[in-house]
């Protein structure tokens, strides 16, 4: 069974950095797509970034654009998010999962999309 869990999150001050991880178990994880989404308090559960299973290919909300960098190391079974220049939006619970089987295009941005969630990591950005 293939479980995920996320870690990094915490308190950073608004223009701070923080790098969020998620360690997934279970085979095969090379060759799925990944994503990222958040859900802030009272807000939907919105889209971050996914990364195609290579690692090649990327797509960013827009939103994180230019400060957030999503990356994976299948050898570690581990996906990152690397979150610069943080502002107070970007307060939310933050989690992985799992996409598409054999995806190269790193483009699935829909939540209905991923079949396996981690539990969050809390990303608090204060002004």
């Known amino acids: 069974q293939v479980q995920l869990e996320e870690s990094g999150g915490g308190l950073v001050q608004a223009g701070g950095s923080l790098r969020l991880s998620c360690a997934v178990s279970?085979?095969?994880?090379?060759?799925?797509?990944m994503g990222w989404f958040r859900q802030a308090p009272g807000k939907e559960r919105e889209f971050v970034a996914t990364v195609s299973m290579g690692g090649y290919s990327t797509t960013y909300a827009d939103s994180v654009k230019g400060r957030f960098t999503i990356s994976r190391n299948n050898a570690k079974n581990t996906m990152y998010l690397q979150m610069i220049s943080l502002k107070p939006e970007d307060t939310a619970v933050y989690y992985c999962?799992?996409?598409?089987?054999?995806?190269?295009?790193?483009?699935?941005?829909?939540?209905?999309?991923?079949?396996?969630w981690g539990q969050g990591t809390q990303v608090t950005v204060s002004s």
């Open positions: 999962a799992r996409g598409p089987y054999g995806d190269v295009t790193g483009e699935y941005r829909y939540a209905l999309e991923y079949d396996v």
């Open positions: 279970g085979r095969d994880f090379s060759d799925y797509a």
